[in-house]
């Protein structure tokens, strides 16, 4: 007995993709690709979560609340460096403004984030400046989670693998 295949005709290679029954031949399959943020942002971000590292050690609050503050504004820095373009207008140059008031505009998903860390500037400022009190340690502990998470949520947002925290060491002086 002839075996099956003996009997089909030759196939021919086809230059192109199948047609669709439903569309034209150029969406028969689409491929959905991952795309990444530019350089700078990732850049940003690799600050951020090195940031946030640091942070996570530091005993003194004050030293704790600034450095967490400044890696979620880094954080906001890589989404503005992903999606945010540059104004050619011709008129007179807008007064500077925060990257907390800025990035509503460039991802409105991420509003109530920089509320919030819009909120804490003052703070870290007078953390910054060494004021003593200026951020309690619960204060602290509260501004390195939400930046932890609001960096996770840009990493998603960007399209990236978010990176999973480092073990933490466990200090021999830890009572």
Known sequence: MAHSSAAAAPRRRADGPAPSLTGPASDVHPVLRRTTAPPAALDLLAKARSGLDEAAVLDVPNERYATAHL?????????????????????????????????PEIAPELTEWSALFASGARRRARAEAGIPGAAS????DDLLRDAAMFLRLVERLLVLQPVLPQ???ERPDAG
């Open 71 to 103: 890696a979620a504004l880094r954080t906001a820095a890589a989404v503005l460096a992903a999606r945010a373009r540059p104004v050619t207008s011709g008129r007179r140059r807008e007064r500077i403004r925060s990257a907390w008031e800025i990035l």
């Open 137 to 140: 340690r619960r204060d602290a």
């Open 167 to 169: 073990a933490r060491r």
